[in-house]
């Protein structure tokens, strides 16, 4: 008797299923630092990583090769989002209290620049061909305005200042494409940006859920993974048109969200405390696979490709140091 393709497909999922994509592979603690954490960034020829400790006001800088903090960047108040340039040496810091962004060179490093944007100033994304910078800010009133800042990191200047309707939270880039992506998550809506004309080109309206945070891109399947808090939803765009092509449920607090070129998966990190793992098929469906439960309040991470670990930060309590968990990916045939 023959199986159809859609029971091979349920088969197959089902296998992936009873494998846990990620196994803790290294825990780095972090003695003194408190609070939650925020964006990460990483500087893979330097084996480094950074860490933004915005409970702590600071900015950790970690030796992945001793797994020690070697320099703590202070001076901050509330830091967001982070970016290492390693052409450059340069690491960009936005700070959501100081509403500024900040650039830092050296080693150690030191400040060697501010740009004053406005409350908020969050998450950003670096497109190497054209050396700009987006970075998403303000919205919390009219004196403050929601944006997206273009930032020429080779003159640090502001280039242009993009009006969105709502605050900007994650921000994903399509080098190829010339685009960068922002979730408008209280509009509902993706924000899409040319990084040759600094315009926004498109807006498109999500329908199968609200309060999108986080996003990532598969350029392999051509979409873009939207993770949105109410409810817990993963939603897959076409990347051409922005049509909602796949959904799939997740749990609530979506914070961070990845995607693994490699294995096709994508890593949904929340703060219900948990990371969702999800396979995407050739049909560009999304299928949801194990949970790994990590730690309260662990909501940001950092996936880096090349040494197939995803990075969760864990913050640090009155009972114990925050931690930084490395969980190495594995591969359904194992």
């Excluded at 502001?158 to 998550?185: K, Q």
């Excluded at 350029?219 to 817990?232: D, M």
């Excluded at 979506?254 to 990371?275: N, P, T, W």
Aim: glycine share 8%; hydrophobic share 45%; proline share 4%.
């Amino acid at each position: 008797m023959l199986i159809g393709l859609a029971s091979v497909l349920s088969l197959a999922i089902q296998g992936q299923e009873r494998v846990q994509p990620l196994q803790l592979s290294q825990t780095i603690t972090l003695p003194g630092i408190s609070g939650k954490f925020d964006h990460f960034a990483i500087d893979s020829a330097g084996h480094r990583l950074f860490a933004a400790a915005t409970g702590n006001h600071s900015v950790e800088v970690i030796d992945l090769r001793t797994a020690k903090v070697v320099q703590s960047i202070s001076g901050l108040v509330k830091p967001h989002g982070l970016a290492f340039v390693a052409e450059t040496g340069s690491l960009y810091l936005a700070d959501g209290a100081l509403a500024e962004l900040r650039v830092y060179k050296g080693n150690p490093f030191a400040l060697q620049g501010t740009i004053k944007l406005s409350d908020d100033t969050d998450d950003m994304v670096y497109d190497e061909a054209s050396h700009l910078l987006f970075v998403g800010h303000g919205g919390s009133d009219a004196a403050n305005p929601a944006r997206i800042a273009i930032v020429d990191t080779e003159h640090f200047a502001l280039v242009a200042d993009l009006p969105t309707a709502t605050h900007p939270e994650g921000l994903e880039i399509d080098p190829p494409s010339h685009r960068v992506f922002a979730n408008i998550a209280d509009s509902k809506e993706v924000a899409v940006i040319s990084t040759a004309s600094k315009e926004i080109v498109a807006h498109w309206k999500l329908t199968k859920a609200a309060d999108n945070v986080p996003l990532a891109f598969d350029a392999e399947h051509q979409l873009l993974l939207v993770a949105c808090r109410t409810p817990g939803t993963l939603i897959a765009l076409d990347a051409a048109s922005g049509r909602e092509v796949s959904t799939a449920a997740s749990a609530g607090g979506a914070d961070d969200l990845f995607y693994d070129q490699d294995l096709r998966r994508a890593y949904l990190i929340s703060g219900a405390g948990e990371v969702d793992s999800y396979q995407v098929d050739a049909a560009k469906s999304l299928h949801s696979l194990a949970v790994l439960h990590t730690a309260p309040g662990a909501k940001t991470a950092l996936f880096v490709p090349s040494q197939k670990l995803l990075y969760v930060g864990v913050p640090g309590t009155g009972r114990h140091d925050a931690e930084i968990r490395a969980y190495a990916t594995i591969s359904a045939a194992r």
